[in-house]
């Protein structure tokens, strides 16, 4: 069992910067990975990154490379979501998810992560 919760949303103007927090209890956080989906209004869920149990493997959406950066800390128990250079088309709620399965490299596919946050709200104004 894990347990998820994100915090570090909110509102800033395009060009701007967040840092998103996922906060992890229940199960050993250093033996899975995690990754970071998007949801937008009227949109289906979409992968934006993912890193391994250690933090030596990520992956990126094409949109996001350059500018988002995604990092753990297993003596947390937290991942993070650097987002730089922030647009409005990267409006959404953004959830963090575990992958129990795949140690060494996420799935980028979200019906393969066996758990997932509440989500938090980012809101990029043009």
């Known amino acids: 069992q894990v347990q998820l919760v994100e915090s570090g949303g909110g509102l800033v103007q395009a060009g701007g910067s967040l840092r998103l927090s996922c906060a992890a209890s229940?199960?050993?956080?250093?033996?899975?990975?995690t990754g970071w989906f998007r949801q937008a209004p009227g949109k289906e869920r979409e992968f934006v990154t993912a890193?391994?149990?250690?933090?030596?493997?990520?992956s990126y959406t094409d949109s996001v490379k350059g500018r988002f950066t995604i990092s753990r800390d297993n003596a947390k128990n937290t991942v993070y979501l650097r987002m730089n250079g922030l647009k409005p088309e990267d409006t959404a709620v953004y959830y963090c998810?575990?992958?129990?399965?795949?140690?060494?490299?996420?799935?980028?596919?979200?019906?393969?992560?066996?758990?997932w946050g509440q989500g938090t709200q980012v809101t990029v104004s043009s």
């Open positions: 229940g199960r050993t956080f250093s033996t899975y990975a």
């Open positions: 890193i391994n149990w250690s933090g030596s493997s990520t």
């Open positions: 998810a575990a992958d129990l399965t795949r140690l060494s490299k996420a799935t980028t596919t979200a019906g393969e992560y066996d758990y």
